[in-house]
């Protein structure tokens, strides 16, 4: 469910037309629906609510302050990959003992931050991490609580870029290697051993990988106990995927019902780290077309937003759905919808029927809340677009469009020149 609507041919974020604020705020920018950010984190958060749980949205997705300040109102945590994403998650007013950090290069900044943030649990991805980790923790005077992340093997049958959880990929430790670590870990005095994490892969639309990966990190936790290492927080990150073309991932209700069966009469805390599921059709890119041109037969729609807006088409060949901002009566014609940049990977669909769109009309790329703008770039020095949200009939900007001064920002010519 969202909140992106038709009312007399025009296309509306719940009660705003979206021509409106782009006529506030010019092409091309992301549009934000409060309701359907509200409604999904309830309903995924909510599904865990019988057993103990924190859901650490994964601010990766979509690393806002206004979308992180929504969220952690309604009692959520982050999950963390970077010193960057530590601030802003503080900045915006997350609570520290609510973050866990994820990611294979935690560099000694990061971690030197995040450990005098006393923030919830390190995802410790290497055994080198383990060690530098400790050092820093011992350095500051106080102790790191950290779960391994463990790689468990299993194939999340997604796209090769964004599974995470087999062998070949370079998240987190092998099972039996894990075993050894935790042995380590238990012997330094700057860590507390007191999780277990995974994170198998991203857009999965069967909840049976999940499921697989659990019993196996159940396994290791019974060996742990065995070797007197007690568990507290079962990490099983996010990847939850979401309907961008014809896809019918599970509800987050029948997710949680099948991760809960499985725990029976556990009382571990478990984390979980969903980015996409929450905000990924909650958000969508408003673009303008430029120019209609047939080349060779082929019919393109060059629009003001690139690849550099809106990267994952071109990165995975994801699907994004194409709707116009006003209906148009008129034979539809199928055609690519082509960026501005000096690249041919730069398109934002492919071969889709669309209407006999002009210039000035305005397009909707749909299911653009993750993955969207956080992956924006400047690249060919375009200014990164500006971000809007909505309630009920009201909008309001949450991050300025740039400017051409701030592509210049912290650049300088070398004195010896
Ligand atoms: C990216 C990521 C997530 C979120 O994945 P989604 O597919 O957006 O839910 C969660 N945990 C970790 C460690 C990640 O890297």
Known sequence: MHHFHYRKNELYCEDVPISSIAKKVGTPFYVYSYATLK???DAFDGAFSDVGHLTCYSMKSNSNKALLALFAGRGGGVDIVSGGELYRALNAGVDPIKIVFSGVGKSLSDLEYAVT????????????????????????????????????????KTHPYISTGLKENKFGIGVEEALLQYEKAATLDGLDVVGVSCHIGSQLTQTSPFVDALRKLKKLIEQLVRMGISI???????????????????????YAQDIKSELASSDWTLILEPGRVIVGNAGILITKVLYAKTSYDKNFFVVDAGMNDLMRPSLYGAYHGIQPVKQTPGEKLTADIVGPICESGDFLAKERLVDPLAPDDLIAVMSAGAYGFSMSSTYNSRPRVCEVMVKGDRFEIIRQRETFEDLVRGESIPDFF
């Open 232 to 254: 507290c927080y079962l990490d099983l990150g996010g990847g939850l995927g979401i309907t961008y073309d014809n896809e019918a991932p599970p509800h987050p209700k029948e």
């Open 39 to 41: 409604q999904h984190f």
């Open 117 to 156: 943030s006393e923030i919830l649990m390190f995802n410790v991805e290497s055994p080198q991490e383990l060690l530098k980790l400790n050092q820093v923790a011992l350095n500051s005077g106080r102790k790191a609580r950290i779960s391994i992340r463990v790689n468990p093997d299993v194939d999340p």
